[in-house]
């Protein structure tokens, strides 16, 4: 199976832009969660989608946002860029039940590294 | 979820076993015990978990103690490429929790030639 795929792998944004990530889970998975991490801060929780519905949320302010589409893809949005959102943004997929036992592990894609200037 | 305690860093030689110690005294009974690594500037990458049964699989051994307050990861046969952060992480694994990863600092191990 293909692993996880993000699109694009870079990004070069000024602040007050916005932007859209894309994210492509493993073929059969219905979870998409995303991560930020950044020098600072370390990894960090942004959100999570399950049947195209937010299914949690990390202490982000209202400018990160994210939906899910039937097919599980998922993108997010980052409006208004700040300085502070240069960051390698994660993705993650998990099946959730696999042959009718649950199965959470997430799977990491390779990220999308952005660069606000 | 608990919060887990991990040594910044590690030095393993090149063939020889890597343990990777890691704490979580506050662990309560349905959270398990993840671990993923993360080479530079790559994505995460799921090792191994478990609840309270040692685990093994391709990629490395898991012990957990019988108070499940600590796990050692092991590594059996380190090689270069293993040099990365690894990240010991607990968490809830029941369906309908939130299932976020809450990432610490993690072990920086280095494999040395």
């Known amino acids: 199976k293909a692993g996880v795929t993000q699109t694009p792998r870079y990004l070069i944004k000024t602040r007050g832009q916005q932007v859209t990530l894309s994210c492509s889970p493993i073929?059969?998975?219905?979870?998409v969660s995303w991560y930020q991490q950044t020098p600072g801060q370390g990894l960090q929780f942004l959100f999570e989608y399950f049947s195209e519905t937010q299914r949690n949320k990390g202490n982000f302010p209202g400018r990160f946002s994210g939906r899910q589409f039937s097919n599980s893809r998922s993108e997010m949005n980052v409006s208004t860029l700040e300085l502070g959102d240069s960051a390698l943004y994660l993705c993650?997929?998990?099946?959730?039940?696999?042959?009718?036992?649950?199965?959470?592990?997430?799977?990491f894609g390779p990220g999308t590294r952005l660069l606000v200037l | 979820d608990a919060k887990t305690t991990q040594p910044p860093s590690m030095d393993c030689a090149e063939g020889r076993a890597a343990n990777l110690p890691c704490n979580h005294s506050?662990?309560?009974?349905?959270?398990?015990v993840y671990w993923y690594r993360q080479i530079h500037s790559q994505g995460p990458q799921y090792i191994i978990h478990?609840?309270?049964n040692n685990e093994t699989n391709e990629m490395a051994s898991l012990i957990i103690t019988e108070d499940r307050k600590s796990s050692t990861l092991i590594l059996p046969h380190a090689t270069l490429r293993d040099t990365a952060v690894y990240y010991c992480?607990?968490?809830?694994?029941?369906?309908?929790?939130?299932?976020?990863?809450?990432f610490g600092s993690g072990t920086q191990l280095t494999v040395l030639p």
């Open positions: 073929s059969g998975h219905r979870s």
């Open positions: 993650a997929s998990s099946p959730l039940v696999v042959r009718g036992a649950l199965q959470e592990t997430q799977y």
């Open positions: 992480i607990v968490r809830v694994g029941t369906s309908g929790s939130a299932r976020q990863l809450t």
């Open positions: 506050t662990i309560s009974g349905n959270e398990y």
């Open positions: 478990g609840l309270k």
